[in-house]
């Protein structure tokens, strides 16, 4: 079992910049590739990034490539995502999930991150 507990979500003006933190506990962090995903009101959740066990390679949906970064500190069981030049469309609850294989297996609650105009 992994418990992930995402952090650093709140209001932001658009152009601004936040970082959420999602923190693993459980089984071996290093064992599982991480990503987050976001849901907006009334949308389904969409991916968002995705970094390898390692950290050394991402993706990121093409909406959020060049202004986002999802970075990973195997030591502090952490995974970032950096997110800069935020828009309102960007608003959601982003959700950090871990997985051993292509599929993602454990799941945090959420964080709110909303983008005023």
């Known amino acids: 079992q992994v418990q992930l507990a995402e952090s650093g979500g709140g209001l932001v003006q658009a152009g601004g910049s936040l970082r959420i933190s999602c923190a693993a506990s459980?089984?071996?962090?290093?064992?599982?590739?991480m990503g987050w995903f976001r849901q907006a009101p009334g949308k389904e959740r969409e991916f968002v990034a995705r970094?390898?066990?390692?950290?050394?390679?991402?993706n990121y949906a093409n909406s959020v490539k060049g202004r986002f970064t999802i970075s990973r500190d195997n030591a502090k069981n952490t995974v970032y995502l950096q997110m800069n030049s935020l828009k309102p469309e960007d608003t959601a609850v982003y959700y950090c999930?871990?997985?051993?294989?292509?599929?993602?297996?454990?799941w945090g609650q959420g964080t709110q991150v909303t983008v005023s105009s």
């Open positions: 459980g089984r071996t962090f290093s064992l599982y590739a």
């Open positions: 970094i390898t066990r390692s950290g050394g390679s991402t």
């Open positions: 999930a871990a997985g051993a294989t292509l599929s993602y297996d454990y």
